[in-house]
Every structure is written in C-alpha cells, then in structure tokens.
C-alpha cells in the first residue's frame, strides 16, 4: 500500500496550492480519507477529514479556506488550500485508516509573509 501525497511549494500569502494524495495497493472508496500537517517544533495536527459518504469536516483554523475532495474513480483524494497564510506553513499529510493505518510521506507547504 502507498499513498503519494503532491502538490506542496512555495507560495505567498494568499495564495493557493492544490494537494494530492494517490493512493495504490488499496482502494479508496469505502475509507475515511484525513489531511495532518505537522510544523516545525510543534505536533501532528488533524486538518480535514472526508468520509467514504463525502461528509466533510475541518479543524477551525483552516474552515472556509480549505476543501477536502476525492475522486473514487482515480483513487485520489485532494486538499484544496486557498487564501493560504504564513501559519499553514507545515508538512501535510495524508492518511487513511483501514486495516491499519497508512500515511503518505508528506509534502511541504511553504507559505511566505
């Protein structure tokens, strides 16, 4: 199983960035897919959850900015980032938890001031 999170850069504040999270060996449909990020010296933190329904939900700090998405049929799920700012600088990952729990290897989101 591996799931191949992409799409994080470098952007300024305000802008937007699009991640991805290619998932192979298992098939996405009937999973809970989840976004973490994780800052320099601080912990993990839960970003945005989304069920195998669609049902969305998002930590506070990022609720109207960002949108989580899958797409069964590519087996992908996605982090729509917008309106970004310097404190959503991280590494985010993603996860889905099936038989165990699987992590992506992380992308870094650099959001300058």
């Known amino acids: 199983v591996q799931l191949q999170a992409s799409g994080g850069g470098l952007v300024q504040a305000g802008g937007s960035l699009r991640l991805s999270c290619a998932a192979s060996g298992i098939i996405l449909s009937p999973n809970v897919i989840r976004w973490y990020r994780q800052a320099p010296g601080k912990q993990r933190e839960w970003v945005a959850l989304?069920?195998?329904?669609?049902?969305?939900n998002y930590v506070d700090s990022v609720k109207g900015r960002f949108t989580i998405s899958r797409d069964n049929t590519k087996n992908t799920g996605y982090l729509q980032m917008n309106s970004l700012k310097p404190e959503d600088t991280a590494v985010y990952y993603c996860?889905?938890?099936?038989?165990?729990?699987?992590w992506g290897q992380g992308t870094q989101v650099t959001v300058s001031s």
């Open positions: 996860n889905v938890n099936s038989y165990k729990a699987f």
């Open positions: 989304i069920t195998s329904g669609g049902t969305t």
